[in-house]
Nanobody, 124 residues
Framework: QVRLVESGGGLVQTGDSLRLSCAAS????????TGWFRQAPGKERELVAG????????YYAASVKGRFTISRDNARNTMYLQMNSLKPEDTAVYYC?????????????????WGQGTQVTVSS
């Protein structure tokens, strides 16, 4: 299975931006749907954004629509999440995930491979 490693998290202030990266190894990203999940303490895991293998379709949670942008570079086996206008409620551990099927990702809201997570903390 594909191995996923996230990077780019950190501590920022309200209104700042961050770009998360998810690098894949072990197999190519090319035929996998990928996405970003997040989980804050006391809250359930949330699918933040998803993208089909060819980038033709994107999904965003209502809470991040207009602020976050998901993208992928299959040649680099890397996926990104550009996060702008960050708010304290965006504070969470963000997980990169890959799924064999788009509907599995956005409907069941789970993946087949997961990264270890990267912490994003947004302060006031």
């Amino acid at each position: 299975q594909v191995r996923l490693v996230e990077s780019g998290g950190g501590l920022v202030q309200t209104g700042d931006s961050l770009r998360l990266s998810c690098a894949a190894s072990g197999r190519t990203f090319s035929n996998l749907a990928t996405g970003w999940f997040r989980q804050a303490p006391g809250k359930e895991r949330e699918l933040v954004a998803g993208i089909t293998w060819n980038g033709s379709t994107r999904y965003y949670a209502a809470s991040v629509k207009g602020r976050f942008t998901i993208s992928r570079d299959n040649a680099r086996n890397t996926m990104y999440l550009q996060m702008n206008s960050l708010k304290p409620e965006d504070t969470a551990v963000y997980y990169c995930a890959a799924a064999e099927d788009w509907l599995r990702l956005v409907t069941i809201k789970t993946g087949d491979s997961w990264g270890q997570g990267t912490q994003v903390t947004v302060s006031s």
